[in-house]
């Protein structure tokens, strides 16, 4: 579903569910949709409720994978940025190369887990090849150990640190997902507080845009059952890991209530079967009320940030193909 011109209203259904797109999701597909709803959501919940020491062993399982396709680019571990405002994290490619595009990626994982190479770099290189660029995922401190706002602290140094590799903001693109997607989207309105250039556009994908209302939006509790890898319930605790004391209504903790007003082209994309539906659907009401270039796609039957399952979906290779389309486009 493109939003085009930039003032048109989201179009929705007379049930309020936005148009899908015009994809046929194969039986293989389904039976994985099926699969990761009775593993992965159970999963994730006993996770979530755990304790301290819990969270801490399956952090170091994520870490622990390994990128086992890297689309022939070199991959890395570094730190970036000036000395007293370095940040590490997984660099795809070679960032001595600042005539090219770079991928700015910001991980989702509920802000308690770190990136998994052998999916969230895995996409980074794969979108990366076929960008011509080099990336970057910032490696952000996590809670429960790191409250806000160090994980988006540590997104703001990153961009700060492509800018002062020489990357021109007209040169990067800024994208994540899930809990990544939330970070995308605070970071911008730092980066405009900071009055520093917008990156060339962004990529939100399954964003969660709402963090103090674990009830609201609506499709939360309409999808709870249908959802293959959020619990709802559980997430609630991730607000508390994660925000802690502050007000969640602040809008860099949700962006649904954020000024949009100078924000970059906007890609987001979502599933109808996910619980934050209705996260990306209002927020894109709201970037396009702001005057913001928006264009949105919500997908069928597939589970939350679906373009990171490549080995699960083939009909991800058409919403790769749409994400690297939407950024050469304004790169």
Not at 219 to 230: F, G, K, T, V
Not at 252 to 276: I, K, N, Q, T
Request: with cysteine; net charge positive; charged share 20%.
């Amino acid at each position: 579903m493109r939003l085009d011109p930039p003032h048109a209203a989201l179009p929705v259904s007379e049930t309020g569910t936005p148009p899908l797109k015009d994809i046929v999701i194969s039986r293989r597909s389904r039976f994985f949709v099926w699969l990761m709803r009775r593993l992965m959501r159970p999963w994730l919940a006993w996770m979530l409720r755990g304790n301290k020491e819990r969270i801490a062993r399956m952090q170091l399982l994520v870490a622990a994978q390994v990128c086992r396709d890297s689309s022939g680019l070199a991959v890395d571990y570094q730190v970036i940025g000036a000395p007293d405002r370095g940040v590490p994290g997984h660099v795809v490619g070679d960032l001595a190369q600042t005539q090219q595009p770079v991928l700015l990626w910001l991980h989702g994982g509920a802000f308690v887990l770190p990136a998994s190479p052998d999916t969230h770099v895995r996409l980074v290189a794969r979108l990366c090849r076929r960008l011509d660029a080099a990336g970057f995922l910032p490696d952000y401190r996590l809670a429960p150990y790191n409250r806000y706002p160090a994980a988006l602290d540590d997104c703001e140094r990153a961009y700060r640190a492509l800018l002062d590799l020489g990357f021109p903001a007209s040169r990067i693109v800024l994208a994540g997902e899930s809990a990544g997607g939330n970070l995308v989207l605070g970071l911008l309105q730092r980066i405009r507080r900071h009055g520093w250039p917008m990156p060339a556009c962004a990529i939100p994908v399954s964003p969660a845009t709402e963090l103090g209302r674990v009830h609201g939006p609506p499709s939360r509790p309409l999808r709870a059952r249908r959802d293959p890898i959020l619990p709802i319930a559980a997430l609630q605790r991730v607000d508390d890991l994660y925000a802690g004391g502050c007000d969640a209504s602040d809008p860099e903790l949700s962006p649904l209530y954020a000024d949009c007003r100078g924000f970059p082209p906007l890609y987001l994309l979502a599933s109808d079967a996910e619980v934050l539906l209705d996260d990306t659907v209002l927020f894109a009401r709201r970037a396009r009320a702001a005057g913001v270039e928006v264009q949105v796609d919500i997908w069928p039957v597939l589970p939350h940030a679906f373009p990171l399952f490549g080995m699960l979906f083939p009909e991800v290779r058409r919403a790769r193909e749409d994400m690297v389309a939407f950024a050469r486009r304004w790169l």
